[in-house]
C-alpha cells in the first residue's frame, strides 16, 4: 500500500540551529516525483523542493537541502540556520499515479 | 500570474445539507485535484479532474462529486453533510511537468 511515515510529530529547536525532517515513503509508481511542502497556519500548502525518483543527487537549494536515498525509500529534509518565519507544518509527498500521498506531517516550531 | 484560487473561504453547513466548493486552477494548469485535510492530519485525496472527466477518484463516497468546465476550473459537490465532512479543502492543479500549486483552501463547519 502506498502511504508516507513522518515519525516526527513534533520538533522545537531554536533560531539559528540546523533541523532535519524525516520522511519514509510507499508508492505503486516505479518512476515518481517527492515534494515537500510547508503549511503555516493560513492552511496554503507552499511548495518547497522537488524530486524525481531517478535522480538520487542531493543538493542544496539557500537554506533547504535533501537527502534522497531511493534504496530505502527515504527523502529527508533539511534546513539550515532555521528562522522563526519556518514555524509551519511540513509534509513529504510522493507521487502515486499521477496524485500526492500525504502522511501526517512533522510540526516544527523554531523559537527566537 | 494567479496562482490557485478557491471560493469561499470559510463555510459553516448544517448536517444534511449540500455544499458547492470552487476552485480555478493556476493559469496555464489543466488538471484539477481535490484533497480533504481534517485537523491535524495530511491531506487526503478525493479526486482529479482532465479533461472534464473524473480520472481517478480516492477512497471517498460517493457523497462527493466533481465536475470540471472547459475553462479548466471545477467544483466540488458534497451531499448529505456529515459532523466528520468537517475539514479544510485544498483544491491543486498542475500539468504535464507535475508542478502541483495549491490553493489556500475552503474550511469547511458542520453543525
Do not use: M
Amino acid at each position: 500500500a502506498q502511504k508516507v511515515t513522518q515519525a516526527q510529530t513534533e520538533i522545537s529547536v531554536v533560531e539559528k540551529e540546523d533541523v532535519t525532517l524525516d520522511c519514509v515513503y510507499e508508492t505503486r509508481d516505479t518512476t515518481y516525483y517527492l515534494f515537500w511542502y510547508k503549511q503555516p497556519p493560513s492552511g496554503e500548502l507552499v511548495f518547497l523542493i522537488r524530486r524525481n525518483s531517478f535522480d538520487e543527487q542531493n543538493e542544496i537549494s539557500g537554506r533547504y537541502s535533501w537527502n534522497f536515498q531511493k534504496s530505502t525509500s527515504s527523502f529527508n529534509f533539511t534546513i539550515t540556520a532555521s528562522q522563526v518565519v519556518d514555524s509551519a507544518v511540513y509534509f513529504c509527498a510522493p507521487t502515486n499515479q499521477g496524485n500526492l500521498i500525504f502522511g501526517k506531517g512533522t510540526k516544527l516550531s523554531v523559537k527566537p | 500570474d494567479a496562482g490557485v484560487t478557491q471560493s469561499p473561504t470559510h463555510l459553516i453547513k448544517t448536517r444534511g445539507q449540500q455544499v458547492t466548493l470552487r476552485c480555478s486552477p493556476k493559469s496555464g494548469h489543466d488538471t484539477v485535484s481535490w484533497y480533504q485535510q481534517a485537523l491535524g492530519q495530511g491531506p487526503q485525496f478525493i479526486f482529479q479532474y482532465y479533461e472534464e472527466e473524473e480520472r481517478q477518484r480516492g477512497n471517498f463516497p460517493d457523497r462527493f462529486s466533481g465536475h470540471q468546465f472547459p475553462n479548466y476550473s471545477s467544483e466540488l459537490n458534497v451531499n448529505a453533510l456529515l459532523l466528520g465532512d468537517s475539514a479544510l479543502y485544498l483544491c491543486a492543479s498542475t500539468n504535464t511537468d507535475y508542478g502541483y500549486t495549491f490553493g489556500s483552501g475552503t474550511r469547511l463547519t458542520v453543525v
